[in-house]
């Protein structure tokens, strides 16, 4: 591997032979023995460390892409039998039909006024002037027993205004009739863990059975409990139902379509197989009913991470408690619409499970209540290669590795099945989850791609648990999408014009760099083509870096 290098370092040496040590010709042979014995190596060494990662990553998608595809035939042949039942039911031909039940059917309980247990709705927010009405309006209107729920809005806003304004909007419900809560208080400690916490601690809060969450821009329908609530009711082992989460703003821009994708992946693929094989899944903090129960036992809410909600999973799976993943059941959401708020969402989204992987392994190695197949589960697919190797191959191997192979080449050994086959499967299998955007797949690549400059340096902070490593940023909400109720607000959106666009500094260093790899594989090389990726994730690395994707804040 090495001895076209040491060729070109005999002759440089050669050449040399003689001259000052500050010549040109000694300053190529230097740099010549440095790149022979150090730089390549180390490339070498990098791709077959991101060959390894990219295999992993693959493995785990088409893992989970199998249970998918066998759960899907499951339903359909389960959905041929029900149909099956029914003709003969409609027909008459077997009265013994007539005693089989739906193994799915809602229980009698979720229905009957009087049996319906005692439901908390949480509602956490901060500042929230665009969305508050419509968390509050939905809540207000789900179809449940009005003495058996009680909604409790936790307000942390600072601006005086805004908390006046979710104030009345909490008390004109009231004066319908609804059972609503508002909770204000002095500090943020703890953020949103902190402010659940203590609305749990509430007298009238103490005696519901489960509990409700939603964020400030999610719209549950009126039939959402009646849904949710029957694997609770059915099995006492069940901590967890999590719902889908549905987007209202998902046509908006290029940065919604984008994220789009990426969560209808995270729900039809992560989520479903976690609950199937395993019981276990990352509680997405919102959209989801809690046994109130099984939240005490797991220790309550906790602060200790950016992501209270994966962290308390994690702990009462610990305890033993089972989830169910209800894909059925969609809420409606709206998608950050500016790259600055997307960024923000992302740090926290990557920092904190990578911080969480930190403090909770020893946790789970000890845990004597589950079973080393979930421990393996938890600890390599859950943590390691969808929070940490996920984020970490993607920059390294297509932002740094392969751009520095193209400056040494002919040196580095680069196969072509992780350059180009292995994150074809990869793509495709994602890509399935949207097909109505299957034009921007491209688009998508190259957009992961630039974000993962931001994700794996989250994923860093958050394993040696360095300054960002507790920073919470609240994501803006526009208010997107129709109202649930109450009057319609005003979106701050405004008409994106190139003056007000936002430049992002980072993105147009990587975009730089990349092109002048381009241009040198151009000009000295180019027999592999690498310079046609390399000028397109360019492309895409100036898009975001002058502000093009996502709406003008």
């Known amino acids: 591997m090495h001895a076209t290098a040491m060729r070109r370092l005999g002759s440089a040496a050669a050449a040399a032979a003689g001259s000052p040590a500050t010549s040109p010709s000694a300053l190529r042979a230097a740099w010549l023995a440095v790149r022979g014995h150090v730089v390549v190596p180390a490339l070498q060494l990098a791709v077959y460390v991101c060959a390894a990662m990219s295999l992993m990553l693959f493995l785990e998608r088409l893992y989970m892409a199998a249970v998918v595809a066998g759960l899907w035939l ?4 389960r959905n041929k039998r029900r149909q099956h039942r029914s003709r003969l039911l409609a027909g008459g031909e077997d009265d013994a039909w007539q005693r089989v039940q739906d193994e799915d059917e809602d229980l009698e309980a979720a229905g009957d ?29 789900l179809s449940w027993p009005s003495d058996r729920l009680v909604i409790q809005v936790l307000d942390d806003s600072t601006d005086p205004v805004i908390r006046e304004l979710v104030e009345v909007e909490c008390a004109r419900w009231a004066g319908k009739g609804a059972c609503i809560r508002y909770e204000n208080r002095s500090n943020r400690s703890g953020y949103k863990a902190g402010a659940m916490r203590e609305g749990l601690r509430k007298p009238y809060a103490r005696r519901c059975e489960f509990v409700a969450i939603f964020d400030a821009d999610f719209q549950p329908d009126a039939d959402f409990l009646r849904r949710a609530l029957p694997p609770l009711l059915r099995d006492p082992g069940v901590a967890l139902v999590q719902a889908r989460w ?55 809410w906790k602060e200790r991470t950016t992501v209270e909600d994966m962290d308390l999973a994690v702990r009462a799976s610990l305890r033993g408690w089972r989830f169910v ?9 709206e998608l950050p619409s500016t790259f600055k708020a997307y ?5 926290r989204w990557s920092c904190g499970p990578a911080n969480l992987f930190r403090k909770v392994t020893p946790e789970i190695l000890r845990s004597e209540r589950v079973s080393p197949w979930k421990k393996l589960h938890i600890l390599y697919a859950f943590f390691l290669v969808r929070k940490v190797v996920a984020h970490l191959v993607t920059f390294l191997f297509y932002c740094v590795v392969i751009p520095a192979c193209v400056l040494v080449q002919g040196d580095v050994h680069l196969p072509r099945y992780v350059a180009m ?30 974000m993962s400059m931001h994700r794996s340096k989250a994923a860093i902070i958050g394993l040696l648990e360095a300054s960002r490593a507790n920073e919470w940023v609240v994501t ?41 790899c381009a241009v040198y594989d151009i000009v000295f090389f180019g027999q592999d083509h690498f310079y046609m990726y390399l000028l397109l994730q360019s492309a895409a690395a100036f898009i975001v870096g002058f502000g093009y994707v996502g709406a003008s804040s």
């Open 421 to 450: 086959y292995v994150p074809a499967a990869i793509t495709v299998l994602n890509a399935v989850c949207t097909p109505r955007s299957a034009h921007l797949l491209v688009f998508w690549i190259l957009f992961e791609n630039v």
């Open 325 to 333: 993943y209800a894909g059925d059941i969609g809420v409606r959401n």
């Open 74 to 77: 499951h339903r359909r042949r």
């Open 246 to 300: 549905r987007f209202v703003n998902a046509g908006d821009c290029l940065l919604t379509r984008i994220q789009e994708m990426s969560l209808n992946y995270h729900f039809a693929v992560e989520q479903e197989a976690g609950s199937a094989c395993h019981a276990f899944f990352g509680f997405n903090g919102t959209a989801g009913v809690w046994r109130a129960a099984a939240l005490a036992d797991a220790g309550g």
């Open 343 to 347: 960024r923000y969402q992302q740090h």
């Open 113 to 141: 006024d009087h049996r319906c247990p005692l439901v908390l709705v949480q509602i956490p927010m901060f500042n929230e002037r665009q969305v508050y009405r419509l968390s509050i309006g939905a809540a207000c209107g």
């Open 476 to 516: 803006d909400k526009l208010g997107s999408g129709k109202v649930a109720a109450g009057p319609t607000t005003t979106k701050r959106r405004q008409q994106p014009v190139w003056w007000r666009r936002e430049v992002h500094v980072l993105e147009l260093v990587l975009g730089a760099c990349l092109l002048y």
